[in-house]
């Protein structure tokens, strides 16, 4: 069976390569280039001995995505990654976001809505804001969207909920990923560094490698046991097998709703100051850091609470939070040699 993977040669799209095709899966990746590069297809191939196809493809471009869909008529399932996911960035280009993450998952559902396959889309926890309640469920209610990021997210979810409704033989889950970090083991493939990072863990390896001079935490005045925000930081590739446990419920056609949604998280929170200390004792890099007023648009805490995926999918993760560490450590030193 052919999935295509959109945003295939992306920081979690590639992991999610990997792991369809370490589980036997044929796969055609598209993405358009925007955040990542080409190399990343013989990156994947050298991991598992298997080339996956790759088209270049902008999936705002209606021609070309039409074109696409007229020569793929064998896709038996979707994995749909392409989108912008820089939060800041949202906020000072919103019609941007909206374009790419919102119109672009409409022309995708427009082209498949009546063949029978499984859809399955990149949710964010973003959709819950600051949960009344910790761990976060499934059915916390969804808060109004603190960027236009956060609200493509859960404007996504509305539109394939709705389309899954009148539309039978497409059955869709939607993944409401909390924090990926870290890399695949090889140290081949992870999260390309473009410009300052905004994400935690990034800003952590390249303060420890040197290319960042200092890691400012924003905040220390928080309501939590030392003062820092609180997140459930996920190995990206426990978040992968996700992919390929939702895969395999959508092809076996278990699930009475077509339309599913689930958290994935460790289930377990921790606060940046844990994230620091974490890792200097897991790479043994000590870091320069400094406390800084809190960023605009942070929630206090969130983490999952991971029953359902645990119960329905058969999934949980399985990596500690120094394992992600110290593979995120790893992939930043593979990339500092591959440049020097
Ligand atoms: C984590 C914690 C920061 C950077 C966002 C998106 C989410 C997903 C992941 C795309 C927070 C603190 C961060 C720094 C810091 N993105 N921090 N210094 O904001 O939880 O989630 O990225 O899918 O949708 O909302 O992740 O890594 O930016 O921040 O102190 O230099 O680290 O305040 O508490 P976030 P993050």
């Known amino acids: 069976m052919k999935i295509l993977v959109t945003g295939g040669l992306g920081f979690i799209g590639s992991h999610v390569v990997v792991e369809l095709q370490e589980q036997g899966y044929e796969v055609i990746a598209v993405d358009n280039l925007s955040n990542t590069s080409k190399e990343v297809v013989d990156q994947i191939a050298s991991i598992t001995g298997v080339q996956p196809t790759f088209e270049e493809l902008d999936l705002r ?16 399932g979707i994995i749909h990654f392409a989108a912008s996911k820089a939060v800041g960035e949202s906020v000072e280009n919103p ?28 949710s ?50 939607a993944l409401r990923y909390f924090n990926p970090i870290g890399a695949h083991e090889s140290a081949k493939i992870g999260e390309l560094p ?72 460790t289930g377990t929170g921790s606060t940046v100051m844990e994230v620091v ?25 969130a983490y999952a609470q991971t029953d359902k995926a645990q119960r329905v999918l058969g999934w949980k993760s399985k990596y500690s939070l120094e394992e992600a560490l110290a593979s ?7 990339v500092r040699s591959r440049k020097n």
């Open 61 to 76: 471009e209606k021609e070309s995505v039409v074109n696409f869909f007229d020569r793929h008529n064998d896709i038996g």
């Open 95 to 122: 019609l941007l976001y909206y374009e790419n993450n919102v119109n672009a998952l409409v022309l995708l559902l427009q082209q498949v809505q009546d063949r029978e396959l499984g859809f399955i889309f990149s």
């Open 124 to 173: 964010s926890c973003t959709v819950y804001g600051q949960a009344d309640e910790l761990p976060i469920t499934e059915s916390a209610p969804i808060k109004p969207a603190e960027s236009p990021y956060g609200n493509t997210k859960q404007i996504g979810e509305e539109i394939i909920r709705d389309t899954c409704r009148v539309k039978p033989n497409l059955s869709a889950i």
């Open 194 to 265: 473009l410009g300052v990072p905004q994400n935690l863990v990034p800003y952590i390896t390249q303060t420890a490698i040197g290319v960042r001079e200092q890691l400012s935490v924003f905040g220390d005045d928080y309501p939590t046991r030392d003062g820092t925000a609180i997140r459930d930081y996920i190995h990206v590739v426990d978040l992968a097998k996700a992919h390929v446990a939702a895969l395999q419920r959508l092809i076996e056609k278990s699930a009475n709703d077509n339309f599913e949604v689930f958290n994935v998280g």
């Open 277 to 301: 200390r974490a890792f200097e004792k897991s790479t043994g890099q000590p870091l320069n850091y400094k406390i800084v007023d809190r960023r605009e648009g942070d929630v206090v805490a």
């Open 328 to 334: 995120a450590w790893a992939w930043e030193q593979q």
